[in-house]
DNA sequence: CACTAACATGTAGCATGTTAGTCATGACAG
DNA sequence: CTGTCATGACTAACATGCTACATGTTAGTG
């Protein structure tokens, strides 16, 4: 194996832990920055040159991506990446929905001092993300802002399933971002959710978290349709798995 | 590589596509009949002989395995089997309260001919296992009927993930079946679930799923919480993750 | 006797060789 | 022109060799 690029070895600073850690990342930025087109054929073996390391972390990263649903494996032929359909979304969706609703119910019920600080800290690096047009970071911290909502008394696994989930919506979000709705118009629906769970009212932070996993996810949804040229509507999908 | 034992071949029959899938369903199976004990350490190696094929799809298999939470690897040292905590098993259930709850309300409430039978007919599969004491049986039909009702529309992570779930919970239920619940008990529990979707009535449907999943995750709450010999209450965790 | 350093052992993680399946291409028969 | 079949390129899946590391043990030191 010759010399790794400069990247790979800056992660690997970063992140003692594994090359298939890495791999994992890599998969994911791809995908975010469109250097990954979703259906399209890759194979492993191109991958893992690219990245300058061997097949078997690379093999193990797309496996368990597999699992999650945000990458296809096709035996003998090579793996793909997955644009979920309409229904998908809409079942992606619907489970978001099902989790974070209560949980954030339940954050803000529970709020306490110390996470209010970080809860009001991440909400503005989001707004700053969404100023400066920097959909990387606007993501990120989209995502830890959710995260920590959740994590409450430490739902682990609760927090890990959402990131998945949201992996397989990733490349979406990709061509919507500051389309349909600008980044201040997403960094703003936040507002109410973080607002309610500095008060501690619990039901507030639960229909306003429900309506923003609601605005997003039928946002998707129509985006995916109108890529499909489908004639279904969005109404009766979403009708199909949430209410 | 010598020859494979008849298990193993059985399996494969049944299964003819990958050895990573193999090697999945033997540590759950070995998790299940208690052949793999939580917390002690295994190797790669060792598991890889036993089943005569070659450490790599063993490998993978358990990296798809600690994805799930069911097994944790530890760098240069072996893999085990992880016995969840009682706040694990609280947060799991409060994950399948969410999703199975409103999943059993939109299945009865769409209910159809064919899914009705479907449902009725692996009930009283459920109901003969119990019968003969067929653990192995029972949980399988268990985990079909949940599927099943689920499926509805074609929730297919939802139903992927529910499992998953199961999984974690697989070597607790084990000890504990037949022993606090008959078997016949615990078919009892689905009764009203089956009931209420035939009769197309969402409402009973989400209440009595409800209830039985109550019932199930406060018991091995109960379960766990003796084996630690913690003094917390089933009450206390309970509510700090589901209401 | 306490305490440390060298070493033996066993492992995951990674690299790489091997096998067998899939598909595109094109020759060729009808 | 069309459908069939050989063939070659490419691939995932699997097997196996190698390396660095974590840990328990033992030998050496004060």
Do not use: C
Request: glycine residues 6%; hydrophobic residues 40%.
């Amino acid at each position: 194996m010759e010399s790794p690029t400069s990247s790979v070895l800056d992660a690997l600073n970063r992140n003692p832990s594994s090359l298939t850690d890495l791999t994992i990342s890599a998969v994911r930025q791809g995908v975010a920055n469109g250097a990954l087109q979703p259906g399209e054929l890759y194979s492993v073996y191109k991958l893992a040159e690219d990245l300058g390391i061997s097949r078997s972390p690379v093999r193990e990263a797309l496996l368990r991506l597999a699992e999650t649903g945000m990458v296809k494996i096709e035996r003998n032929r090579g793996f793909r990446v997955v644009l979920p359909s309409p229904r998908d979304i809409a079942e992606i969706f619907s489970i978001r929905l099902a989790l974070e609703v209560p949980a954030a119910r339940r954050a803000a019920n529970h709020s306490e001092p110390a996470p209010r600080s970080k809860v009001r800290q991440q909400y503005k690096s989001l707004e700053l993300a969404a100023e400066s047009q920097d959909i990387a970071a606007f993501e990120q911290h989209d995502q830890q802002l959710h995260a920590l909502l959740i994590a409450g008394q430490g739902g682990h696994r609760t927090v890990r399933l959402v990131n998945s989930l949201r992996d397989s919506t990733r490349m979406l979000g990709v061509s919507t971002m500051g389309q349909e709705r600008t980044l201040e118009e997403i960094s703003l629906e936040h507002l109410p959710i973080v607002e309610a769970f500095e008060a501690g009212d619990g039901e507030a932070a639960a229909a306003s978290m429900k309506e923003h996993l609601t605005a997003t996810g039928r946002l998707l949804i129509q985006k995916a349709l109108k890529a499909t040229g489908s004639g279904d509507s969005v109404d009766q999908i979403w009708s199909e798995f949430a209410d």
